[in-house]
């Protein structure tokens, strides 16, 4: 008995150490560096997302890109309680992206599209803030995805 048990601890743990599981590096993914960014659009949200991709972008790679990037974004009432105040806001980022290889010359476009709501606090201060982050993340995630695309398009060609 204490021998099968023995054994069957044994063979669980020879599994579970060599499943081969390896994290990746996010300097491996972007294997590309950025020449330009032309933005249009939100001023702020697009000045985040460029910091955001130059930093995250590899300069010893060999592939030069170009990125023209539009945001645009917008505010609506998502919920409002029975003496018709708000009590919700929806923000909705989109970007549209074209990214332009200067060796190969081809082109990849792409659109992103984020979405995320905030309650109204009841100071507007608060609610100021709430938006504030809310916009940070989104356009945190708006950026995770432009690099993930561009990295992954990249590979195929």
Same mark, same amino acid.
């Given at each position: 008995?204490?021998? =099968?048990?023995?054994?069957?601890?044994? %063979?669980?743990?020879?599994?579970?150490?060599?499943?081969?599981?390896? @994290?990746?590096?996010?300097?491996?993914?972007?294997?590309?560096? @950025?020449?330009?960014?032309?933005?249009?659009?939100?001023?702020?949200?697009?000045?985040?997302?460029?910091?955001?991709?130059?930093?995250?972008?590899?300069?010893?790679?060999?592939?030069?890109?170009? @990125?023209?990037?539009?945001?645009?974004?917008?505010?609506?009432? =998502?919920?409002?309680?029975?003496?018709?105040?708000?009590?919700?806001?929806?923000?909705?980022?989109?970007?549209? %992206?074209?990214?332009?290889?200067?060796?190969?010359?081809?082109?990849?476009?792409?659109? @992103?599209?984020?979405?995320?709501?905030?309650?109204?606090?009841?100071?507007?201060?608060?609610?100021?803030?709430?938006? =504030? =982050?809310?916009?940070?993340?989104?356009?945190?995630?708006?950026?995770?995805? %432009?690099?993930?695309?561009?990295?992954?398009?990249?590979?195929?060609?």
């Amino acid at each position: 008995m204490k021998k =099968k048990f023995l054994f069957s601890i044994l %063979i669980i743990l020879f599994l579970t150490n060599n499943c081969g599981f390896k @994290i990746v590096k996010k300097s491996e993914i972007y294997n590309f560096d @950025i020449n330009e960014i032309i933005t249009s659009g939100d001023n702020r949200i697009n000045f985040k997302i460029k910091n955001n991709l130059i930093f995250n972008s590899n300069n010893s790679e060999k592939k030069l890109v170009d @990125i023209y990037l539009e945001t645009k974004k917008s505010k609506e009432v =998502k919920e409002k309680n029975i003496n018709n105040e708000i009590t919700k806001y929806q923000i909705i980022i989109t970007s549209t %992206i074209k990214v332009k290889e200067l060796i190969s010359g081809n082109v990849i476009s792409f659109t @992103i599209e984020k979405t995320g709501d905030y309650s109204v606090a009841s100071q507007y201060s608060q609610t100021l803030t709430k938006e =504030k =982050k809310l916009i940070d993340d989104l356009t945190n995630d708006v950026t995770e995805d %432009i690099l993930l695309q561009i990295a992954l398009k990249l590979d195929d060609l």
